[in-house]
Structures are given as C-alpha cells and as structure tokens.
C-alpha cells in the first residue's frame, strides 16, 4: 500500500473522535436539546430561572455542605477537567512522544498514540489514567519511562498498574499536599464535653480538614515500615482522648514487645502495659474476660449497647508490633492468641472494646486475623502488593501509592485511609508527638488522682 500524501478529513476525525467519546457528544447534545425543549413551551425566562436554579443550587450545595461535595461531585468534576484540559489530545501526543511511547506504522508513517479509555482523580492530587497499549507495546515499557513520563508531566512520581491485556493504569502524584513539616500534636482538650470518641482527631487529610477516626465498634490497623510514622497513631489517638482518659471514661491497654522502648515514656497513662511476651499473653486473656464480664452485665441489664461511664468505660487495647504476637511469637501459643484476639474483636463491638495493631508486615502469613478489622491506615510500606493487603483490592490503582511514600522525616506519618461510605483512598498525614507532648498528656491525665499504670 502506498504512503498517503495527505491526511484524513476532518469530519471522519470527528466521527471517529465521537464514536469513541460518546457522553461527549450525547451530553451536550442532550441537554441542548433539554433547553430547548423547555424554552419553546415554557418561554425563555423560566428556562434561564430553571437553568439558574440549577446551578445556585451546585454553588450552594459545594459552599454549604463541602464533605458531601469533595466526595460525590468533586471527584468527577477534577476528573472531567483534567481528562479536557491536562491530558487531552495533542498534548497528550506529544508527551508520550517525547517519552519514545509511541508507535510508528512503517508502511504509512502514521504515529499511533496510546488512548486514554478513563480519568480518575479520587483526590485532589492523584490521578489515574487507564491507557490502551498499541500492539507491541508492554506495562514494563512504561515501568521503564515512568521517572520521564513524571517530568514531561510536572509530576512528582508516575506508577504504572496492570489492569488487563493492552490496558494499564497510570497512577501520577502531582504533589505532596503536606509539605515537609510535620504536623503538629493538637491543643490537648480540657473538658470530656469536647471529646466525640465517633470523630477523635488524628491528623490531616490532604484537603486541608481534620482527620478523624471513630473509637466507637471499630479496630484500627495500622502498617508501616519502619520510620513510617506508626507512633503517631499510637499516641494521637489517647490525645485526642485526653479528658476521658483522666475521668476514666477509657481505659487503655498496651502490648509493647520492642522491649518497651515505644510506650515507656506514656506508661502511667496505661491500665495494663506488657514488654514481654508472657505478660503480653495475660494482658490479651484479662482484656478478653473483662469483655466477657461486661457483656454479661449488659445482658442482664437488658442492653444491646454500652454507653462510656466510669463503670462501663471504652476499653483499648493497642498492640505495637502485632505481628509478635500473631506470628513470631512461640509456636504453641500464638495459636491461643490469635483465639483470644478473634473472640475480642468479633464480640467486642457492642460491649465496649476495641483492639488497635500496628504492625510492619500486613501479610496473612503475619496477621490471620486481618480482616477483622475495620478501620485501617497504611503508611509507607515496602512493596505494591501490601498497599491492597491492608486497604482492599484495587486501592494501589485508585492512588493509594503508600508503597512510594520515602521513608524519611519529612514524610513520616503519611499514608491512605479509604473513606467511610467510599471506594476512594484518601491520603492523610497524622500528626507529630514529641516527647515533651507526651510528657504534657501524662501530666493532664494523671494530675489529681492515682496513677493507672499497672504491668500484667
């Protein structure tokens, strides 16, 4: 076949760009026709007050309710924009042209570019592109050119995800949201008025709003790698407790098999607090039948729920490494813990009891029991695969990029939750406890009445 001389006509461009962008013709084309409609047989004023209203009630609905907002509409909006402004078609040509990613027919000379099928941008500072490969082409190309498709970009780091034969997913990080400071512990509270155990404040989310985690029937799992940031999140959560740790309305355990060194500094704030392995067991066995003890008092009260009080207080069992306890421990008697750890987080809900773990290696191998919780943070991990072990299958391709998170000061504490009610990762950063924080915390819990602290 001969090399054409000249290029294909406009209008069967437009067709084919038609046919494969659908919503783009039949939307306008819809809503034109909406309008339209409307102004013919109810006259142009109602249509313009319709088309209006409409649109106050967008303005309204993004300035009066911005959560809804930043988790229904923003999402699509961000996505829209970028896919018709960021990566749309010459430009689009000539980055992946630059980055030597596309193909050229030998017979005609005609460059075929990989097509964008689908934009995500689940946050306001990731994106996910999912690309059709030219024939010939393979994932590993692109693993291969990610650090110059980041530059062409003006991104901070390009990930590249296998969804299928010929389709990948592009995951781009276009900035840092938190900077390189870390964020300071908040003000502690002073009153158990001010404290919400639904929406206890552990940080930031990378909108710029508080980070908040409820303590109410839920356990939290937190991985990272080590300098991930994972004392963050042991601590920030008894701060934001502050009032109620002091009137006992919560009351913590903790397992600290690192010999220790973690909680040493905040012991006196801890009911029970175990550095070695036999003690660790007794503190889970006593956690486990004050559990039981407390559903028999609600049953026979005739209650389903407790309700935080000095008598039935929100008990918390934190557990740094959990790993220690459910894999590395003694053979013979990790298999008791584990049956103690399931029967508390299984039954404890309702009671009053709550189990938080933090651990370095989210395998099942590791943690068994994974699935029982339902709250989870991942930091910086070490490989892909990890990110979807400890937040669900697909979150790595939806942004959650924890395994690129470097482990250094300036990024300690970040990492990615997945939104209540959403598939969405959100990328959060809790905040900082120095030593002397945390010598403030024990201070204000302990002033004024006898000390909590008691080793198994």
């Keep these: 076949m001969p090399k054409p001389t000249r290029s294909q006509g406009l209008e069967v461009?437009?067709?084919?760009?038609?046919?494969?962008?659908?919503?783009?013709?039949?939307?306008?084309?819809?809503?034109?026709?909406?309008?339209?409609?409307s102004a013919v047989e109810w006259g142009l004023p109602t249509t313009s007050g319709?088309?209006?209203?409409?649109?106050?009630?967008?303005?309204?609905?993004?300035?009066?309710?911005?959560?809804?907002?930043?988790?229904?509409?923003?999402?699509?909006?961000?996505a829209f924009?970028?896919?018709?402004?960021?990566?749309?078609?010459?430009?689009?040509?000539?980055?992946?042209?630059?980055?030597?990613?596309?193909?050229?027919?030998?017979?005609?000379?005609?460059?075929?570019?990989?097509?964008?099928?689908?934009v995500?941008?689940?946050?306001?500072?990731?994106?996910?592109?999912?690309?059709?490969?030219?024939?010939?082409?393979?994932?590993?190309?692109?693993?291969?050119?990610?650090d110059a498709l980041a530059h062409a970009l003006l991104a901070q780091r390009v990930a590249v995800v296998k969804i299928k034969p010929q389709v990948i997913g592009l995951v781009i990080e276009r900035e840092n949201p938190f900077g390189a400071d870390p964020i300071p512990a908040i003000d502690l509270p002073h009153d158990a008025d001010e404290v919400d155990l639904g929406a206890i404040e552990l940080g930031d989310t990378e909108y710029g709003t508080p980070w908040t985690q409820s303590f109410l029937g839920q356990h939290l799992f937190t991985a990272g790698a080590t300098g991930s940031g994972k004392g963050?999140?042991?601590?920030?959560?008894?701060?934001?407790?502050?009032?109620?740790?002091?009137?006992?309305?919560?009351?913590p355990d903790v397992i600290d098999l690192k010999e220790g060194m973690e909680t040493e500094i905040g012991a006196p704030l801890f009911h029970r607090r175990a550095i070695e392995w036999a003690d660790a067991v007794s503190v889970v066995?006593?956690?486990?039948?004050?559990?039981?003890?407390?559903?028999?008092?609600?049953?026979?009260?005739?209650?389903?729920?407790?309700?935080?009080?000095?008598?039935?207080?929100l008990r918390l069992l934190q557990i740094d490494e959990l790993g220690m306890m459910t894999?590395?421990?003694?053979?013979?008697?990790?298999?008791g813990v584990l049956k103690l750890l399931s029967e508390i987080m299984t039954q404890g809900r309702a009671a009053g009891f709550g189990v938080c773990g933090y651990v370095q290696e989210p395998t099942k191998d590791t943690v068994p029991i994974r699935e029982l919780f339902t709250a989870r943070v991942c930091l910086s991990v070490t490989s892909q695969s990890q990110v979807d072990m400890v937040l669900g299958d697909g979150m790595r391709?939806?942004?959650?990029?924890?395994?690129?998170?470097?482990?250094?000061?300036?990024?300690?504490?970040?990492?990615?939750?997945?939104?209540?009610?959403?598939?969405?990762?959100?990328?959060?950063?809790?905040?900082?406890?120095?030593?002397?924080?945390?010598?403030?915390?024990?201070?204000?819990?302990?002033?004024?009445?006898?000390?909590?602290?008691?080793?198994?």
Aim: with cysteine.
């Design 13 to 37: 461009r437009a067709i084919k760009w038609g046919v494969r962008h659908p919503g783009m013709v039949a939307v306008p084309a819809g809503l034109a026709t909406a309008v339209t409609k």
């Design 232 to 251: 963050s999140l042991l601590w920030s959560p008894l701060r934001g407790m502050a009032p109620l740790l002091r009137d006992r309305l919560v009351v």
């Design 120 to 146: 995500r941008s689940a946050s306001p500072s990731i994106d996910t592109i999912h690309v059709r490969l030219n024939r010939g082409q393979t994932p590993s190309l692109f693993e291969e050119r990610a």
């Design 81 to 118: 924009r970028r896919r018709w402004l960021t990566y749309v078609g010459r430009r689009w040509a000539d980055i992946l042209s630059d980055c030597d990613l596309v193909t050229v027919n030998r017979r005609t000379d005609a460059m075929a570019v990989p097509r964008i099928l689908r």
């Design 327 to 335: 894999s590395y421990g003694p053979a013979s008697e990790v298999r």
């Design 397 to 456: 391709l939806r942004g959650a990029l924890a395994d690129e998170i470097p482990l250094d000061p300036a990024h300690a504490g970040i990492g990615f939750v997945v939104e209540q009610g959403s598939c969405n990762p959100l990328r959060v950063r809790a905040s900082f406890q120095t030593d002397q924080d945390i010598r403030d915390l024990v201070a204000f819990v302990t002033s004024g009445r006898p000390r909590l602290h008691a080793v198994a």
């Design 50 to 78: 319709i088309v209006g209203g409409a649109l106050l009630g967008v303005a309204g609905w993004y300035r009066g309710h911005p959560a809804s907002f930043d988790q229904v509409a923003a999402p699509w909006l961000r």
């Design 285 to 313: 066995e006593s956690f486990r039948d004050e559990l039981k003890a407390r559903q028999a008092v609600l049953r026979e009260q005739g209650k389903r729920k407790f309700t935080p009080s000095v008598e039935t207080p």
